[in-house]
């Protein structure tokens, strides 16, 4: 499967893989952390999980911007990595809950996650970039394409396991206080302190109350102070897993940095011997301008293919049986189907491209990426197919919650991730790839920093997600996706010949 691939290539993913199950351990949970420990509704919780995932991106840009003026690509990358896991340990510190001081312990939790933020976008593109330059040498060219789809298959490991240990730390820390996980008690409890359950709602509370805990229940007001203390404690310790991911990656990065390439070592060689080469100012242009029409074309996938940590997950938690077979679920569990998914498809998917280009009829990359617009619009007509006879969120939230002869099917949830998944490795390491070979070399660490900035974008309009979520029927949610991912398409298609010309 490597074969023919530059050394580099593994270490590099290696070094991805710990700092993305770091990540992936902090995303999985972020959301309903949010709601567990401030009590924030879907809205305000959505507003900050959309800015502190499109804060990551757009700092990319500064990111690359640092690598490209200073030409320490590596240097960088380390301060990222090194960055996080101060960020992380922020986080990891436990803090009482119901918090004391609103205004106080919400700003110090936003501060922690500026700081994994900045970091994320010293490492992200910076390490894309320096992948994409082992990939300059000719003789790797042909392969740019699926060595992208393999460092993304490897970086995606991380994520396949990190969203199943903050669950099982946060439910093990929740059993030594003699308590039992469940989803919708944290906002039940936070009703009952702050005096606003309904009659309805409050019949529910109580008879899980005494469901979860070991012994009876009798004071209510002491019973949700204590549980959602314990429950955040878990979550605080969930985030300490983060750090002991990031420390691995920085052991990984540091022992095998040699193997990764040197812009300034190579730039510096190049103006000695005389070869340097200067790309003809209309062609640095017309490049730089087919990479600014991709980048804002796919901001409107990303808007609806990072749901899956905010709306997905509010759908998993509020109308999705937990259960297969005898095995109880959480909600967090099904963002481990994505990156389970990428490490699944990804040798079929590469496989079949290799296939193809054999024989001469392999998609160009702009091509591709069209193509998975349109199946991840394909995996919303099934969340929306499947969601038209669920109540508004409105309802299920004055009930205290759905029964459970209510709610779907969990296989919804893993068909839609599953499709979904698809339309990522047609998108997302092929994009990657695109920008490593069609952008300008003095600019590879700015252009890769601007893909994620696209993304960026992207996440930012999550929180509009969440609006919709509590305000409109659910299948109208799912249907507001499938039209952002069917414009991406149609706008790709129309630019194809002339994207195909720039990268050729």
Known sequence: MFKGHPKGLIPAALANMGERFGFYTMMAILVLFLQAKFGLNEVDSGLIYATFYSSIYFLAIVGGIIADRTKNYKGTILAGLLMMAFGYLLLAIPTPTPVPSMALYLTATCIGLAVIAFGNGLFKGNLQALVGQMYDDPKYDKVRDSGFSLFYMFINVGGIFAPMIAPALRSWWLSRAGYTYNAT????????????????????????????????????????????????????????????????????????????????????????????????????????????????????????????????????????????????????????????????????????????????????????????????ALAYVLMTLGSLDVPLFSTVKEMGGLPESAKVTPFLLIGAYFILTVAELFISPLGISFVSKVAPPQYQGLMQGLWLGATGAGNQLLVFGAMLYAGVPIWLTWTVFIVACSISMFIMIFMLKWLERVSE
């Open 185 to 376: 008690l944290p906002e039940l409890c936070h009703q009952q302190i702050g005096g606003t359950l309904s009659e309805q709602a409050a019949e529910r509370f109580h008879a899980l109350a005494n469901e979860v805990s070991a012994a009876p229940v009798t004071d209510f007001t002491a019973f949700s102070n204590d549980y959602l203390n314990v429950f955040n404690e878990g979550f605080h310790y969930a985030f300490g897993v983060a750090i002991l991911a990031m420390l691995i990656s920085l052991v990984i990065y540091l022992k095998n940095k040699v193997n990764f390439p040197d812009p300034a070592k190579k730039a510096a060689e190049a103006k000695a011997n005389n070869t340097v080469v200067e790309m003809d100012i209309k062609e640095v242009k017309q490049r730089i301008y087919a990479l600014l029409a991709v980048f804002g074309v796919v901001i409107f996938f990303w808007f609806s293919f990072h749901q899956n940590g905010l709306t997905l997950t509010m759908f998993a938690r509020d109308y999705t049986v937990l259960k297969i077979g005898g095995i109880d679920l959480n909600p967090e569990i099904f963002q481990s189907m994505n990156p389970f998914f990428v490490v699944f498809l990804t040798p079929l998917v590469v496989g079949i491209f290799g296939w193809l280009r054999n024989r001469g009829i392999e998609p160009s990359t702009p091509k591709k990426i069209a193509i998975g617009m349109l199946i991840a």
